[in-house]
């Protein structure tokens, strides 16, 4: 085998920049085997943490005409293959760089990074043999099989997945062309009046800064809630609960536009009722200046719906009910409207608001939630979920007993 590369060098490592077909890797590509550990225990590690997220790359190879992957990085065993340098002059400028690399008996070639790829695309080839003649980016580097070569090549094994992290979920919702709750995410920032301007606070968590007194939520809580629309809206077009795997493998893959305009229609009624139906929103949007004052800060709380921790539950709350009373949203929203959203008393004291230290509490969404549905009507929790919200209630507040239902009584 003979293939067209460049050579480079970094630190003390001699690469080779070149590319393989998805034939060529299903032919001549290894998984690890022996190269980094003689210990059989810890090949077994190595071999065990090729996981079946391969199967969703096969999928992906499959199903995703515009798919791209990152290079691999192959290490060739027990040393480098040859290296036939190729003269290259042009405007009097000479390099060496260029060349072929030739592998004249079988070298045995194994990942450094991109055991996955590798094997999904091997999975993938069993599927769709067409795919054959499709390439990908490799870079080879050489393996000495000695105890040197092993803690050298085993450094670089490390190195290459300790400093890769994966894509930050704020980024994702960004830039995102396949996730139909992303798209519709980026779509509603850009079109509907709630989410446009400073409303939304793009940020790397959940989180809104303490000084921020413009926005309602974050872009990742204002995602997790459309998450949660979409579920509601697979389930109405599809007629069946998405599983957690089947909404995963959804998501990765761009739907029609049909499908895209229904979802956009569908979470855009949930919102205009939000914006409309609830008076502290439809008060927000009629503010001008720092319209979020009034309804988050210290050492007064605010208003549940202006925390993540308290919008994502309220959103899945309403869902709740909705789907177990069969009553629209505007009805819902309008009653949830008459619901105390005031954190900074009960039952909130020690579930969302910290009165001591007028600080939020982050850990409480199955509460809050179990809450919310709790105070719109309390015959709509099933026996185990009334028995999780009073366990739950017990736990984060000093009342027990006679006491936990005398305030559940008190709030309804």
Known sequence: MKIPALRAKIGTWTYYITTLTFQQVSDSVSKIDDELH???????????????NYLSIKDYVINQP?????????????????????????????????????FPTQHKIFPVDGQHRAEGIKAALIEK???KSEQIGAIFIGHQNDEIGMQRTRRLFTTLNRYAKPVSLSDSIALDEDDTVAITTRNLLEEFELFTKERVVLTQGKAIPTNNKSALTSIITLYQANLEIFKLFYENEFQKRPSKSKLDKFLKYRPSDE???KFMKFCLAYWKSFSKDLSS???????NDNPAS???????????????????????????????????????????DKLNLDINSVPWHNVLWNEVESKMIMNSS???????????????????????????????????????????????
């Open 294 to 336: 009034e309804y988050r800060g210290k050492p007064f709380g605010g208003n549940l719906l202006f925390r993540p921790v308290g919008l994502l539950p309220f959103v899945k709350a309403s869902i709740v009910i909705h789907k177990r009373k069969d009553i629209s949203f505007t009805t819902i929203l309008r009653k949830m």
């Open 366 to 412: 199955t509460v809050t939630q179990l809450l919310l549905e709790y105070m719109f009507d309390n015959t709509i929790l099933t026996d185990s979920e009334l028995m999780k919200l009073k366990q739950g209630y017990a736990s984060k507040t000093s009342y027990q007993g006679d006491d936990i239902e005398n305030v559940l009584d008190g709030i309804n």
């Open 38 to 52: 003689k210990s059989e225990s810890l090949r077994d590690l190595i071999q065990r943490s090729i996981t079946n």
């Open 66 to 102: 515009d798919l791209f992957f990152n290079s691999l990085v192959l290490a060739a065993y027990n040393d480098y293959p040859n290296w036939i340098e190729i003269e290259v002059t042009y405007d009097d400028h000479e390099t060496y760089q260029l060349g072929l690399l030739e």
């Open 259 to 261: 499908v895209l305009a």
């Open 129 to 131: 043999p067409e795919l």
């Open 281 to 287: 929103i439809a008060n927000y949007l009629n503010i």
